[in-house]
């Protein structure tokens, strides 16, 4: 029978597979530790020999990496080695590291790892290079990395295989680096704004806060079940009440919901709060963080997504979400009266309703199907209706309302963020509602009566925000999935 190409690279593999395993086996019965038990001291990276050579020519410096492409021309041969920074060329010559060691050399292959001592200098082509005087195997590597120019491209195996992704696809460690920039810089801002910084519980005795579904779990130690966090809100807000006035936690949050290329079972968010503050004062924070981020992963607040051109340049566009509705799909909401007339306009842009539907639930469901699509530039929505926003404090002037905003930008949600609702009896009235829901099959949540509680001991005028940090790198980073800015995206097991 004819081999196929995907039987013929099958067989290529198991031989590459079995003869490492014979030098590897070769290195031990020669006495020789093919993992290092020495320490092997780095004084340069790559980036700093190829950005100081002018200081550095001549000078003796040591080097580290993966050894990614080889020449072998004689007496004298080049390698590539990839470290932390990028690559950097080795002229290795027999002459200098002795006849032994050439060999030796000669019989490592793409992907060990080794470390090298030698002058810097550059080569005739112009190449910036370290000339070696001596070179040790630190790490054998028994597996081969993909194929250069083919690299590894496969989504599926890249996700599952990050630390092969990121060593072969550079640009992949870049995004990883803008993600830590973008942390980085979000605390900054915050820090400079007298934000505190805390943990909190990720492990919940009450399925709380959030409209989401939650991962259970349970704690043998106090024979009760558990939860994994769905948010950070309501531990947050207790610190308020007990006078921390400015804080905010970057962490983790579990989901037992759907997975797309916008979402993951696990994701990280921010959250903050801010006493004596308002969902204006939320506003104000959102555009500038940000604006921040962008200019210090990108150098300019204009960036392109998805090639689209975005301005990210505060003040930022706002608009009621009566007035979105009203803007793209022609209908003003805040002219109808009553939830049928609603639930009649809805439909008429072919909107699906329940029979039960409110004003604010029709008004909302126009804005979710028909609106948020069309949201490219950064835009405030404001005004969301009561029935959707269970913690957020009513709009004085019309309590069908809520001062709690959404900001959009390339077509997606990126934060939410409102007056915190302070008022105790409100607040429980609210709860009870979702409780309904939940015993009749519609929704999650419990009734967290310790967080009621601390409501009533008082809780000040108060602002806050949540916003999703890995959609803010994909946007960032132009990555069109979730899974791109996640190292460790959640993975269907590769045997079902």
Not at 12 to 25: D, M, P, Q, Y
Not at 312 to 332: F, H, N, Q, S
Request: net charge negative.
């Amino acid at each position: 029978m004819e081999q196929t190409p995907e039987m013929q690279e099958k067989e290529s593999t198991a031989h590459v597979l079995e003869v490492r395993r014979e030098k590897l086996n070769a290195l031990r019965a020669a006495g020789q530790d093919p993992y290092a038990a020495t320490f092997y001291r780095r004084t340069h990276t790559s980036k700093q020999i190829l950005e100081g050579f002018d200081g550095l020519e001549g000078q003796t410096v040591r080097v580290a990496g993966r050894m990614m492409s080889r020449r072998i021309m004689g007496k004298a041969s080049f390698a590539h080695m990839q470290d932390v920074d990028g690559l950097i060329q080795l002229y290795v010559k027999r002459d200098n590291i002795g006849q032994e060691a050439y060999q030796a050399f000669k019989g490592m292959d793409i992907g060990d790892i080794v470390g090298a001592e030698g002058k810097v200098f550059r080569t005739h082509a112009g190449e910036i290079s370290v000339e070696v005087t001596e070179l040790l195997l630190l790490s054998k590597s028994l597996y081969p990395l993909p194929e250069k120019f083919h690299g590894l491209k496969d989504a599926d195996l890249r996700y599952r295989q990050r630390y092969v992704d990121l060593i072969v696809n550079p640009e992949v460690r870049d995004t990883f680096r803008a993600r830590s920039q973008i942390m980085h810089t979000i605390r900054e801002f915050l820090d400079a704004r007298g934000f505190l910084e805390v943990d909190t519980p990720v492990l919940h005795t009450l399925a709380t806060g959030a409209a989401a579904k939650p991962f259970r779990t349970y704690l043998n130690a106090l024979d009760i079940p558990m939860y994994l966090r769905i948010e950070t809100e309501l531990y947050l807000k207790r610190l308020i009440v007990g006078g921390l006035e400015r804080v905010y936690e970057i962490g983790r949050i579990f989901r037992n919901e759907g997975m797309d290329t916008r979402h993951n079972p696990e994701f990280t968010s921010i959250e903050l709060y801010q006493a004596f503050a308002d969902y204006t004062d939320m506003m104000e924070i959102a555009e500038n963080m940000f604006a921040a981020c962008a200019k210090a992963v990108c150098g300019t607040t204009v960036i392109t997504y998805q090639g689209e051109t975005l301005d990210l340049t505060p003040p930022w566009r706002r608009m009621t979400m009566a007035e979105a509705v009203k803007t793209y799909c022609g209908i003003d909401f805040d002219a109808i009266q009553g939830d049928e007339q609603a639930r009649a306009a809805a439909k008429s842009i072919g909107v699906h309703v329940e029979d039960n539907m409110t004003h604010g639930q029709a008004l909302y469901a126009c804005f979710d199907e028909k609106v948020e699509q069309e949201l490219v530039q950064p835009t405030f929505i404001t005004r969301y209706p009561v029935e959707v926003s269970p913690l957020a404090r009513r709009s004085a002037d019309n309590p069908m309302f809520t001062e709690r905003f959404e900001f959009f930008i390339a077509r997606r949600e990126l934060g939410n963020a409102f007056s915190e609702l302070n008022d105790p009896i409100d607040q429980r009235a609210r709860f009870e509602e979702q409780l309904e829901k939940k015993m009749a099959g519609d929704g999650e949540g419990e009734l967290d009566e310790d967080f009621l509680h601390a409501l009533e001991i008082g809780m000040p005028p108060t602002g806050g925000m949540g916003i999703g940090i890995d959609r803010l790198v994909m946007l960032l980073t132009d990555s069109a999935s979730i899974r791109d800015v996640l190292l460790f995206p959640t993975m269907k097991n590769i045997d079902k």
